[in-house]
């Protein structure tokens, strides 16, 4: 069982910034992705940001302001996010997808975190 642990959102003035957090832990042989998701009230959840074997890929709506990065060492991915809007605001989810020591695949997702731009 694969577990993910979110930190790092909160209130943030449009324009300012916050660095998002998920560290994962439990029986992994290899992970394949690690992504960001958000779900804005009464909307669908959305990719935002995906760290895959192909490479990065970014929502258009967050593109040149959102990175998304990972330390393998201590499998755990990051969201900076930078110059952010009030349309940002949302409950973040990371997702991290692989391989567990008996080789069957995993689908884990973090218990969320509320990041809100407003002044």
């Known amino acids: 069982q694969v577990q993910l642990v979110e930190s790092g959102g909160g209130l943030v003035q449009p324009g300012g910034s916050l660095r998002l957090s998920c560290a994962a832990s439990?029986?992994?042989?290899?992970?394949?992705?690690m992504n960001w998701y958000r779900q804005a009230h009464g909307t669908q959840r959305e990719l935002v940001a995906a760290f895959t074997s192909g490479g990065l890929n970014y929502a258009d709506s967050v593109k040149g302001r959102f990175t998304i990065s990972r330390d393998n060492t201590k499998n755990t991915v990051y969201l900076q996010m930078n110059s952010l809007k009030p349309e940002d605001t949302a409950v973040y989810y990371c997702?991290?997808?692989?391989?567990?020591?008996?080789?069957?695949?995993?689908?884990?997702w973090g218990q969320g975190t509320q990041v809100t731009v407003s002044s």
């Open positions: 997702n991290v997808q692989g391989t567990d020591f008996r080789l069957i695949s995993f689908d884990s």
């Open positions: 439990g029986s992994m042989f290899s992970i394949d992705t």
